[in-house]
């Protein structure tokens, strides 16, 4: 007679023979380097890559300042000035970027000097999805509630700045169509119309006397805030919930302009880097990226936003850590509800591992076992965790930098250098963020770097509607 045999019984022997135990349960026997340089492997750029990346990003916006139809939209923002620090007034601006929406009131006294008081509105989820009206009423909600919490003279109609950070095709200065939403938005019956527009009618049914004058991307916001402060400022950058960017780019080189001749002879164009390479032929896309694309509420578009911004980085590092929690050399195996959640893992929560320089990673151990409640946590667990939160987070920073540096290099501006005003959670909270571009930088412009500022544009594209709207008095 044929003896039968167990075939799983057979595969527990065999995993037995190549795993070790901790004190609570059997890990497979892959030694910690192994692991590292695996996923090094996967997330580390070379210099050389980055000048790959940077060549393309560069050629890129020549074809988006050609014609409309291509991945980077290179928008021009209608403003052709930049300010001089000396405009005066007061003004409203509304923020509307991602999480929250800021109401401020904007007193632009001169000499860069800038007053503002300011209220946070937590948008809510069922806003961000429903009718578009849905979401301006609740804009114009808070307007409201702002000038009487702040009691703002409304005698006379209120001139508005409108930084709305989702892309548009602008088509004046107080004049743009949605053209998609991102960041967690997606607004029925809005693509293709004017979102000054859709303001002014939920300010019009709520009675408030505000005209909106300059529609405002928040990276031009930003741009315009600090040139206010510092007229060497060219680019604005917000790498925060989501990412883009703004700089001069001189009249000549915008071949697709047809509004007529531009006294200044400079332009401030939206770049909409976000979607850079969704044809996906240069940056570093890996399965994780490619899983997170697959289930996020944009698929195949924002490909370059997903790889370097707070709303994305989190969910990275969730998807590594479920696959080595799969091939059993994470946690054992042994997974949780939380961990096995898309979106669970929060960027906060990177950034409170990278901070983390205790020698038992304790505060690493509190975020994986009291938040996100794996049942239990080897030192050698930690170890690698905080390894991915710092592959992930190295990678954006670098690829962010290769941003900054294709928007230098087409200024021609590495020569004669210029600032670089940065805003948005990433950029200002992110440990050691700042320092990985400048690192990148220098890997790509050598001692050149050394021209190029990065400087926080805190809050920049708030002030910098009022700037905008004060130029649009002039």
Same mark, same amino acid.
């Given at each position: 007679?044929? @003896?039968?045999?167990? %075939? !799983?019984?057979?595969?527990? /022997?065999?995993?037995?023979? =190549?795993?070790?135990?901790?004190?609570?349960? &059997?890990?497979?026997?892959?030694?910690?380097?192994?692991?590292?340089?695996?996923?090094?492997?996967?997330?580390?750029?070379?210099?050389?890559?980055?000048?790959?990346?940077?060549?393309?990003?560069?050629?890129?916006?020549?074809?988006?300042?050609?014609?409309?139809?291509?991945?980077?939209?290179?928008?021009?923002?209608?403003?052709?000035?930049?300010?001089?620090?000396?405009?005066?007034?007061?003004?409203?601006?509304?923020?509307?970027?991602?999480?929250?929406?800021?109401?401020?009131?904007?007193?632009?006294?001169?000499?860069?000097?800038?007053?503002?008081?300011?209220?946070?509105?937590?948008?809510?989820?069922?806003?961000?999805?429903?009718?578009?009206?849905?979401?301006?009423?609740?804009?114009?909600?808070?307007?409201?509630?702002?000038? @009487?919490?702040?009691? %703002? !003279?409304?005698?006379?109609? /209120?001139?508005?700045?409108? =930084?709305?950070?989702?892309?548009?095709?602008? &088509?004046?200065?107080?004049?743009?169509?949605?053209?998609?939403?991102?960041?967690?938005?997606?607004?029925?019956?809005?693509?293709?119309?004017?979102?000054?527009?859709?303001?002014?009618?939920?300010?019009?049914?709520?009675?408030?006397?505000?005209?909106?004058?300059?529609?405002?991307?928040?990276?031009?916001?930003?741009?315009?805030?600090?040139?206010?402060?510092?007229?060497?400022?060219?680019?604005?950058?917000?790498?925060?919930?989501?990412?883009?960017?703004?700089?001069?780019?001189?009249?000549?080189?915008?071949?697709?302009?047809?509004?007529?001749?531009?006294?200044?002879?400079?332009?401030?164009?939206?770049?909409?880097?976000?979607?850079?390479?969704?044809?996906?032929?240069?940056?570093?896309?890996?399965?994780?990226?490619?899983?997170?694309?697959?289930?996020?509420? !944009?698929?195949?578009?924002?490909?370059?936003?997903?790889?370097?911004?707070?709303?994305?980085?989190?969910?990275?590092?969730?998807?590594?850590?479920?696959?080595?929690?799969?091939?059993?050399?994470?946690?054992?195996?042994?997974?949780?509800?939380?961990?096995?959640?898309?979106?669970?893992?929060?960027?906060?929560?990177?950034?409170?591992?990278?901070?983390?320089?205790?020698?038992?990673?304790?505060?690493?151990?509190?975020?994986?076992?009291?938040?996100?409640?794996?049942?239990?946590?080897?030192?050698?667990?930690?170890?690698?965790?905080?390894?991915?939160?710092?592959?992930?987070?190295?990678?954006?920073?670098?690829?962010?930098?290769?941003?900054?540096?294709?928007?230098?290099?087409?200024?021609?501006?590495?020569?004669?250098?210029?600032?670089?005003?940065?805003?948005?959670?990433?950029?200002?909270?992110?440990?050691?963020?700042?320092?990985?571009?400048?690192?990148?930088?220098?890997?790509?412009?050598?001692?050149?770097?050394?021209?190029?500022?990065?400087?926080?544009?805190?809050?920049?594209?708030?002030?910098?509607?009022?700037?905008?709207?004060?130029?649009?008095?002039?």
């Amino acid at each position: 007679m044929e @003896k039968s045999f167990d %075939i !799983n019984a057979l595969r527990e /022997i065999l995993h037995q023979n =190549t795993s070790q135990m901790t004190g609570k349960y &059997t890990y497979r026997e892959i030694d910690e380097s192994t692991v590292y340089a695996e996923l090094e492997d996967i997330f580390i750029l070379s210099p050389q890559r980055l000048r790959e990346i940077c060549k393309v990003f560069v050629k890129e916006m020549e074809k988006g300042l050609e014609s409309d139809d291509c991945t980077l939209k290179m928008i021009p923002s209608f403003v052709t000035n930049r300010p001089t620090g000396k405009e005066v007034g007061t003004y409203l601006a509304l923020d509307l970027g991602g999480t929250n929406f800021r109401v401020c009131e904007i007193n632009l006294e001169g000499q860069s000097k800038v007053r503002l008081r300011a209220k946070k509105f937590t948008i809510p989820d069922s806003a961000k999805t429903a009718d578009q009206s849905v979401l301006f009423d609740f804009l114009a909600e808070s307007i409201a509630i702002f000038i @009487k919490e702040y009691n %703002i !003279n409304t005698e006379k109609d /209120i001139n508005l700045g409108f =930084t709305f950070s989702f892309p548009v095709q602008q &088509t004046a200065l107080n004049k743009g169509t949605i053209l998609l939403w991102n960041k967690g938005f997606n607004c029925a019956n809005s693509i293709g119309k004017d979102v000054v527009t859709l303001l002014s009618e939920a300010l019009t049914r709520k009675q408030l006397k505000v005209n909106v004058v300059a529609l405002v991307n928040d990276t031009v916001g930003t741009l315009m805030s600090h040139a206010y402060v510092d007229p060497g400022t060219c680019v604005g950058v917000i790498l925060g919930t989501g990412t883009n960017a703004a700089y001069v780019e001189s009249a000549d080189a915008i071949p697709k302009w047809t509004g007529g001749p531009i006294k200044s002879n400079e332009m401030i164009i939206n770049s909409e880097w976000g979607a850079f390479d969704n044809e996906r032929k240069v940056l570093p896309w890996t399965k994780y990226d490619e899983q997170q694309d697959k289930q996020s509420t !944009n698929p195949g578009k924002q490909t370059y936003e997903k790889m370097i911004s707070g709303m994305y980085l989190g969910e990275i590092v969730r998807l590594v850590c479920k696959d080595l929690i799969e091939r059993k050399i994470l946690f054992g195996g042994m997974s949780s509800s939380e961990m096995d959640t898309p979106g669970k893992f929060e960027t906060a929560y990177m950034s409170r591992i990278e901070r983390d320089h205790t020698a038992e990673l304790t505060d690493t151990k509190m975020v994986l076992q009291e938040i996100l409640k794996i049942p239990y946590v080897a030192p050698r667990d930690r170890r690698i965790v905080r390894r991915i939160c710092e592959l992930v987070a190295i990678r954006a920073a670098r690829l962010a930098a290769c941003g900054v540096a294709a928007v230098v290099t087409k200024m021609n501006r590495v020569d004669t250098g210029c600032t670089v005003a940065i805003d948005g959670s990433v950029y200002e909270h992110y440990p050691h963020f700042d320092n990985r571009m400048r690192d990148a930088l220098h890997e790509l412009f050598g001692m050149f770097s050394e021209n190029v500022s990065l400087q926080l544009g805190k809050d920049g594209s708030g002030i910098g509607a009022a700037v905008i709207a004060a130029l649009a008095d002039k």
